[in-house]
């Protein structure tokens, strides 16, 4: 799990929470009508541009990512498909039906390998997996921009409702208190929704998407080096033109 990301959003809200019952009562930022209309809002606007589906599914995706672990890095899975290389030389495909492997992706890889399907099958495959995978980290991303785009504008929405509320109600005291309410706490839910959970969750998918597109690409590479029977020190050698050129010279130098 990543920790930074659960923290970050519990700091976030603790502290605004903190400092609201520092400056007064909670019950004063809680208006149900101001949470009609940024969340409903919000809500109803991205139903508009995605199916409900997508959203569904971009929720589960974006909050997974935003509460995953680390990702592996390249320069281990490339040391692991090096090994693997070297089982392979050693004691054939079907050596890698006893070997453990850390990535689920490369696993599929390496039992394609084991099962003796031919190169053309294992490429389409798992560049089909990665396109998916990947299809799916762009609409994540992209429904929860929407959503980030919303609710700062359902908030301002909602100010301009409560504006209207308080001006068509000035002689009557009594009305202006609660119609102040609305115009102000919709700006407020607005911006720690999108800027709490949606954009920070938009950058997290980004990342994800970069990283993902990296590794796989590396692993596929590297699969059809070891389905080739190429030599270990040939796939690290063409693997290795993934890593920045800083890493990629340590390893150099530690081989």
Same mark, same amino acid.
Request: glycine share 10%.
């Given at each position: 799990m990543d920790l930074a990301t659960l923290i970050g959003i519990i700091g976030a809200f603790g502290i605004v929470i903190t400092a609201i019952f520092l400056?007064?009562?909670? $019950?004063?930022? /809680?208006? #149900?009508?101001?949470?009609?209309?940024?969340?409903?809002? $919000?809500?109803?606007?991205?139903?508009?541009?995605?199916?409900?589906?997508?959203?569904?599914?971009?929720?589960?995706? $974006? +909050?997974?990512?935003?509460?995953? &672990?680390?990702?592996?890095?390249?320069?281990? *899975?490339?040391?692991?498909?090096?090994?693997? &290389?070297? #089982? #392979?030389?050693?004691? &054939?495909?079907?050596?890698?039906?006893?070997?453990? /492997?850390?990535?689920?992706?490369? !696993?599929?890889?390496?039992?394609?390998?084991?099962?003796?399907?031919?190169?053309? +099958?294992?490429?389409?495959?798992?560049?089909?997996?990665?396109?998916?995978?990947?299809?799916? *980290?762009?609409? $994540?991303?992209? /429904? +929860?921009?929407?959503?980030?785009?919303?609710?700062? !504008?359902?908030?301002?929405?909602?100010?301009?409702?409560?504006?209207?509320?308080?001006?068509?109600?000035?002689?009557?005291? !009594?009305?202006?208190?609660?119609?102040?309410?609305?115009? *102000?706490?919709?700006?407020?839910?607005?911006?720690?929704?999108?800027?709490?959970?949606?954009?920070?969750? /938009?950058?997290?998918?980004?990342?994800?998407?970069?990283?993902?597109?990296?590794?796989?690409?590396?692993?596929?590479? &590297?699969?059809?080096?070891?389905?080739?029977?190429?030599?270990?020190?040939?796939?690290?050698?063409?693997?290795?033109?993934?890593?920045?050129?800083?890493?990629?010279?340590?390893?150099?130098?530690?081989?």
């Open positions: 400056g007064g009562s909670f $019950g004063q930022f /809680v208006d #149900v009508p101001s949470v009609l209309i940024v969340f409903g809002g $919000g809500f109803a606007a991205t139903l508009i541009r995605f199916q409900l589906s997508d959203i569904v599914s971009a929720l589960g995706t $974006g +909050f997974k990512v935003a509460l995953a &672990g680390k990702n592996q890095s390249p320069r281990d *899975l490339i040391a692991e498909i090096t090994t693997l &290389g070297e #089982v #392979v030389r050693k004691s &054939g495909p079907l050596g890698l039906e006893n070997v453990d /492997v850390s990535d689920p992706i490369l !696993a599929k890889g390496v039992q394609y390998i084991a099962d003796g399907y031919e190169h053309e +099958f294992i490429k389409e495959s798992m560049e089909r997996e990665r396109d998916l995978q990947l299809s799916r *980290l762009s609409e $994540g991303r992209r /429904v +929860f921009k929407a959503l980030g785009d919303s609710a700062p !504008a359902f908030g301002m929405i909602g100010t301009l409702v409560g504006l209207v509320q308080m001006l068509a109600n000035m002689d009557d005291p !009594a009305a202006i208190g609660p119609s102040m309410a609305v115009a *102000l706490l919709t700006t407020l839910y607005g911006a720690l929704i999108a800027n709490i959970v949606c954009l920070p969750l /938009v950058d997290k998918l980004d990342a994800k998407f970069d990283v993902d597109e990296l590794n796989q690409t590396l692993i596929i590479d &590297g699969v059809l080096q070891i389905r080739e029977s190429k030599s270990p020190a040939l796939i690290k050698e063409m693997l290795i033109a993934y890593l920045p050129e800083k890493i990629r010279a340590d390893m150099e130098e530690a081989a």
